[in-house]
Nanobody
Framework: QVQLVESGGGLVQAGGSLRLSCTAS????????MGWYRQARGKQRELVAA???????NYADSVKGRFTIARDNAKNTVYLQLTSLKPEDTAVYYC???????????????WGQGTQVTVSS
């Protein structure tokens, strides 16, 4: 009953920018932290950026100063602004949300389907 829908991935040249969006919908009572992860070919999934319900953020060292995470609580949406992109940023990017569903007493993580970001050199 909860789904996360992503958009904004694509192909961009090194130095370019992209903006990813992810909106949660369904029988949602509340959303805690939200974040973005990525997984490159042959590598482990890693946390890129996270944001709490109150707006506190943290970033992977590799993207700090280049990427910005933000959220719109009224829209149940999280964004990731990617700038100064490098070829090593190429990966599938997944959004994540810690969701309490209507009628439940616990939280769990939900994941988007993933969107491909490819940076050419």
């Amino acid at each position: 009953q909860v789904q996360l829908v992503e958009s904004g991935g694509g192909l961009v040249q090194a130095g370019g920018s992209l903006r990813l969006s992810c909106t949660a919908s369904g029988s949602i009572a509340s959303i805690g932290a939200m974040g973005w992860y990525r997984q490159a070919r042959g590598k482990q999934r890693e946390l890129v950026a996270a944001i709490t319900s109150g707006g506190s953020t943290n970033y992977a060292d590799s993207v700090k100063g280049r990427f910005t995470i933000a959220r719109d609580n009224a829209k149940n949406t999280v964004y990731l602004q990617l700038t100064s992109l490098k070829p090593e940023d190429t990966a599938v990017y997944y959004c994540n949300a810690d969701v309490t569903r209507v009628g439940r007493i616990f939280r769990r993580d939900y994941w988007g389907q993933g969107t491909q970001v490819t940076v050419s050199s």
